[in-house]
């Protein structure tokens, strides 16, 4: 039995690790010795829904006397680096939540501890686990499209949970490296992992337009807020459809100050809601890529265009559109002909991606036929794109990989 401990009682780190490594599935394969978190409340709430697991106000202390094999880190993705490192030296293997960190110093300073301790960090990229994009890669790998040229990948968060973004601490590009860090490095991870190719060069835009100060009737936080009665935005934590929230968040910000609900137009907000990136990778293959975070819909569309044809895929999650049970996948070949390929969607978080992802880090029992599994240069490759993006918006330049990437 491994033994692990989580850095981290968020909402993340509870829905996805700390209520399903002690469940009933999982109790002869792991168990979590200690949470960590800067707030006690939620740490408190936290160990007491996942049956009663020690309590720690020091992560040094938690390793010390918990001498995990695991150690979970799921805390504000800013800090992601400290605790890696840390658990590294202490001798501890690693699962990161994604982004394993939000800019390309911290990134080569966890690759270098990789490499000293001789430990080692596994990223927890969902999107690998779903059928739907396994299917994909399949395809691709295959040779059905031949050589891969292009991809062209849209990405479009509605203005249920693109705003949510807006209200938490990922409103803060030095927090959460922006969008194009905490967000797009599920999806640049799946492009490299499709690709089987590393990114090369990068260039982006970026504006921020409809969030942050653009109108007049605000407030500090939705809680308090005087136009509540008449603002589409507004979000009841007190009684937001999840009790989570209330929980361990505004019965905890009185340790912390942390609130969870601030108004979504706030001149304080500097991370964008467009954003378009082009990347360049090592096989040549070039990606166009966008992320909006206020559609009136939520889904993502993507062409995959080879040698020897054209891939269409996506998915609408919300607003528009009737549920279907499949996936399915357009294929144009060179003979004029159209082949469609239907998968079966499965039920569960992230298209139950969450459930394989956790099966597979807990019991190890599915066959990694595909490369699913993401090490820490599958975790660098992916912010490292969002993090040159970043530094591309800024200084207005294209933006080499190599640059950025120390070889440890």
Known sequence: M?????????????????????????KDYASIEGIYDINPVRAREFAKDCGGIPVYDDFDKMLKEAKPDYVIVTTVDCYHHEYIIKALEAGCNVISEKPMTIDHEKCNAILEAEKRTGMHVQVTFNMRFMPYMQKIKELIQSGIIGKVLTVDLEWHLDTR?????????????????????HKSTHHFDIINWWLNSYPEQVSAMGTRNFYGPVREERGTRCLTCQYKDTC??????????????????????????????????????????????NVKYESGALLAYSLIAHSPYEG?????????????????????GEEDSCNHIKFYNRKGELITYDIPKLKGSHGGGDDKLI????????????????????GAMSLLIGAAANISITKKQVVSIEDLLKHP
Request: hydrophobic share 35%; proline share 1%.
């Open 2 to 26: 491994k033994k692990y401990v989580i850095a981290g009682a968020g909402m993340r780190g509870y829905y996805m690790f700390g209520k399903r490594i002690v469940a009933e599935e999982y």
């Open 161 to 181: 949970h693109g705003a949510d973004y807006f209200r938490r601490w990922h409103r803060y590009i030095e927090k959460s490296g922006g969008l194009l860090l």
């Open 232 to 277: 589409e935005f507004y979000w009841n934590i007190e009684d937001g459809g999840d009790p989570f929230y209330k929980r361990f968040y505004l019965e905890a910000e009185h340790e912390d100050g942390y609130i969870r609900d601030s108004c979504v137009f706030d001149e304080s907000i500097n991370i964008y809601d467009n954003m378009a990136v």
């Open 300 to 320: 993502w569309n993507a062409s995959i265009n080879g040698t020897g044809g054209r891939l269409e895929v996506g998915e609408i999650y919300s607003g528009h």
């Open 359 to 378: 099966q597979m880090l807990i019991k190890n029992d599915i066959k990694d036929e595909l490369g699913v599994f993401a090490a820490s240069m599958d």
